[in-house]
């Protein structure tokens, strides 16, 4: 019979760690007392050693569940005794002393406003001279409140022990031998939530300090009548620092003197419960018959829960089960899987596309600023159309705009442009990774996750620009052009000169749409020009007149506001656009002249071509580089980065923090792990079946 009460205790560990709904509580022993009726000294000499927090205003303030597990000698050693503390993981403390500072840490961990906190510690307690027994120790009632504890500590206390004493609770209740039962509070609580007395048992500490006829007649228990009986005990453990004997020794002796001495005064009532061990052997038969009383109704319990959450776990999962380690680590493949994928935008002919289209651009900056700006550009064009013109007969200005322009182009700073345009590319790509499901629940690991990644990408883009800007460097001294090279550079210009004209012309006909027709915005484009004819006069006037006295002259006859100032801005946007669309088609037409298609000869006649070339080179060679200094070393650090910053860099423990992240993930788990639960604690009932009397429940049919 001993076995079952082992096994229910263990089945009421699980049970608790299932959770704390009463349907699913098997019994306790709770223990109630006022403060100094020698509540701790009992639960002391039951576990026989002192462990409990002791001090002048050291009341218990948390719950503390006691469990108690006897571990029978084996092959006739004697094992160790230990305590653990299960939520703080710290393993075994084979020294009381450190099991009774981590208890009054954990009590003085409740901040003194709050006094007393529902919360319970869990405290097991392995031995070989302990019985199996579960212990709740709870605040001892309050008598007198003291100055410095809250006004309300008295009902806190109250309600704390009430919560704890409903069904189907054992009372323990401690009461002094010296104090008049009536005035018990125990007892007064006990009695109102269990009037008959059925399920508290009375002990009476202190039996040394009143007659022991008196303690005799108290333990009779006429007064008060209990079921379960009172049982006597003197526990007391004073100057026990002193004494080199362990406390059990000390205090059982103290109790052996004691009713030994007043042997013929309790041998006269032999029905009288007296001393320590007969309170351990009384609690273990009352614990056990409770709980076997209530093994039924536990048994339906667990049976329905386990029921329900078979049910849901098919329903919403259909019995698929996962692990924390099983979500990491197909999260990081997933990771991995979504990053290769992404990967294909950054293949060789892509890069060189993106290179060669930010290239366009400076070559269009450069062509604006170094000819369309230049006053003589007309004249290019011109000869550009003159047949007889030999290319070394033209003006060297032309020569040397076009060296001007190669190297305005070539030494741009193409080597960083380019690194960081491919770098912030990468960069993009990994930010919205980490910004996507699921990392959008893993705050932390996306946090690493660009934290690695631009890591790599700083280390990178230093050694791959300085790399790019020396491949690109024979370009900035001499570009040797191919004739197939020219004709491709040739068409490519024309094509992107008539992208560039369509595109303004484009604009052109949003700014006509947007002020009201081309009439309108004619009328506009006249009044602007005039204005502006108006500003140069005005400023040569100026010049005329700076020594004379003569005033301001006065203001032209011109109707002002005629228009609203932001179209007299979009017909300034026009006009340029117009300028622009003007200088493209001259330049389109040198570019198809038979003069440009002749070959490089040509190439002072078009500079278009000639910088279309050049930029095409410089692309091809920054793409290569780039590809083997950032592009390669990336893609072989980045999926290893990830195996040794974010997966082998987690302990078991922040897997399952990892995986929790995940709401959908955590209720999966939590619903998984409820059910293993109680199916373990199912099974441990029904081998039970073979040990108890009682029936099995009748399976439940749905
Ligand atoms: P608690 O406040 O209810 O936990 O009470 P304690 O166990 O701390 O005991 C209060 C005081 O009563 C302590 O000084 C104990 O030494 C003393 N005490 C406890 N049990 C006995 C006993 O059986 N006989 C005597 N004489 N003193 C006891």
Redesign the pocket.
Known sequence: LMHLTKKLIEIRSMLLSIDQSDALKLPSIVVI??????????LEAIVGHEF?P?GNNMVTRRPIELTLIHTPAKDGKIPQEYGEFPALGGGRLTNFADIQRTLTDLNLAVPASQAVSNEPIDLRIYSPNVPDLTLIDLP?YVQISSLDQPETLKEQISSLCDKYIREPNIILA?CAADVDLANSPALRASRKVDPLGLRTIGVI?????VPAEQGASILTGNRYPLHLGYVG??????NKKSQKESLSLVAQRAEDDFFGSNREVFQRHPSLMIGTSTLRRRLMEVLESSMASSLHGITNAVQLELEEATYQFKVQYNDRRVTAESYVAETMDTLKGRFKDFTQQFRRPVIRAKLKAMLDEKVMDVLEQLYWLDKRAPELGQIAQDPKLKPEEVDPYWKHKLEAASSLLTKSGIGRDSTLLVADGLRALIDSIATGEPFTYHPRAAERLIQFSHMILRDRIGVTSDQVENCIKPYKYDVEVEPREWEAGRERAVELFENEVRLCEQKLGDIRKKVGGSRRLGNLIGYVKTLEEQQKEKAAKKLENIDGETAEPAEMPLESYRYPPAQLVDARYAMMYHDRIGILKLRLMALKSKRCRAGPQSEVFCPEAFLNVVADKLAYTSAMFINIELLDQFFYQFPREIDTRLLYDLDRKEIIEFARENPVVRRHLDLQERKDKLEEVMKQLNSLSTLRADPKPAPRRN
């Open positions: 007392g006022s403060q100094s009726s020698g509540k701790s000294s009992v409990l002791k001892g401690v500490t202190k039996m040394d300090l005990v003197v526990a007391k453990g004073a």
